[in-house]
């Protein structure tokens, strides 16, 4: 069974991660994307909550690798499932 990701979460990442200056917006469905260039594979990832459903929820984000972000961008906000950041 093919994943998605909720509309929202995925317009709110996208948002968040134009806002970093990392360029993987529009990232239509990143709770079900596994292909992730190679640099951010390694410095970030993407963690989804699926619950038996197939739309899933972006529930973590991780960008440790990134030592240039500075910034909490308002539309993180948006992602109102996110429990670790
Ligand atoms: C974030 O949520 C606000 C309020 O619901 C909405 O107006 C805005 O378009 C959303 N932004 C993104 C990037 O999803
Ligand atoms: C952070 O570094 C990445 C990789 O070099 C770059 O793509 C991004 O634009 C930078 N973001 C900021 C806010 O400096
Ligand atoms: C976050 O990603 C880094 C690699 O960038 C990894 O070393 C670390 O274990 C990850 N942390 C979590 C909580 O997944
Ligand atoms: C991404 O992680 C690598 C180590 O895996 C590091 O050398 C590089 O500086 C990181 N990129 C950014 C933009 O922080």
Redesign the pocket.
């Known amino acids: 069974q093919q994943q998605s990701t909720d509309a929202s979460d995925a317009a709110a990442l996208s948002a968040v991660f134009q806002r970093w200056g990392l360029r993987y917006g529009p990232t239509v469905n990143p709770c079900g994307t596994r292909d992730w260039p190679g ?1 951010f594979a ?2 970030a990832s993407v963690g989804c909550s699926c619950d038996g459903s197939p739309v899933c929820r972006i529930t973590h984000l991780n960008v440790t ?4 972000l500075t910034e909490i961008p308002p539309e993180l906000f948006n992602l109102t499932e996110l429990v670790s950041l």
């Open positions: 640099s390694r410095n690798g990134y030592w240039n």
